[in-house]
């Protein structure tokens, strides 16, 4: 199952508006093998700034909302992207599903900020438009999926804030069935059409935490309560 990366001697730590950040070092191999591409180290180290300055974006729009309804939010970044969690009073359903919602908000943003700057104005710099159309790509697409209905995605977890609003217990067996239907038929289709073999491995290991988390709840037959460790409602 996915949880908080444990701290190493190795990660970047500061903070930002008051919240910690910790950078570990399996974000920078990951986002790195990503961004090869061709092998042109210019570009991979744009790719890797737009990706570092995205995701930090992101998990502040969590962040951030989090603070402003009296928590304590903190971030890592890490080899699967980013993931903020965070400590304090429970929040009604309403406030989960706005602190979700607003990762993906954030970075909806900055692409409407690039859209609304760059329009009718040519781009010579090659630099300039290389950096532009990953942010693009990193906050507009990416974004869009992070919203695709699977746990552990932020509409994942705004699909289990909703059906726990009818039960708590049924809630989540159908969040995470539903989840495990979804991403299954996501990685088939992705690999068939595109060959995305990273997208498709992604899809495939939510589809297998899905899976475990099924089993686990059947097989322990308890009713998960809706307690301050489960760091995925937050």
């Known amino acids: 199952m996915i949880g908080v990366p444990q701290p190493s001697p190795y990660d970047i730590s500061f903070r930002l508006a008051g919240i910690p950040i910790r950078i570990s070092p399996m974000f920078w191999i990951i986002t790195f093998v990503l961004g090869w591409g061709d092998g042109d180290f210019k ?3 744009i790719w890797v700034g737009c990706v570092l300055f995205s995701v930090i974006v992101h998990e502040m729009g969590h962040g951030l909302t989090n603070k402003i309804f009296g928590r ?9 992207g980013g993931l903020c969690f965070s400590e304090g009073p429970s929040l009604s359903s309403w406030k989960r599903v706005l602190v979700l919602f607003n990762g993906p908000l954030a970075g909806f943003m900055i692409y409407g900020i690039i859209y609304l700057t760059t329009q009718n104005q040519p781009l010579t710099n090659p630099n300039v438009r290389e950096i532009l159309n990953n942010l693009i790509f990193i906050n507009l697409f990416w974004g869009l999926i992070n919203l695709i209905p699977i746990w552990p995605l932020d509409g994942g977890q705004i699909m289990g804030v909703l059906l726990q609003k009818i039960s708590l217990r049924r809630g989540q067996e159908l969040t995470h069935g539903l989840s495990l239907v979804v991403s299954g038929i996501g990685a088939i289709l992705v690999f068939q059409r595109t060959e995305d073999v990273y997208l498709t491995l992604l899809l495939g290991m939510f589809a297998f935490n899905n899976f475990q988390m099924l089993q686990m ?18």
Do not use: F
Request: glycine share 4%; net charge neutral; aromatic share 6%.
């Open 72 to 80: 304590r939010p903190a971030i890592v970044l890490h080899g699967m």
């Open 217 to 234: 709840m059947r097989h322990n037959h308890l009713l998960t309560d809706d307690s301050e460790t489960e760091w995925w409602k937050r």
């Open 43 to 45: 570009n991979v180290a």
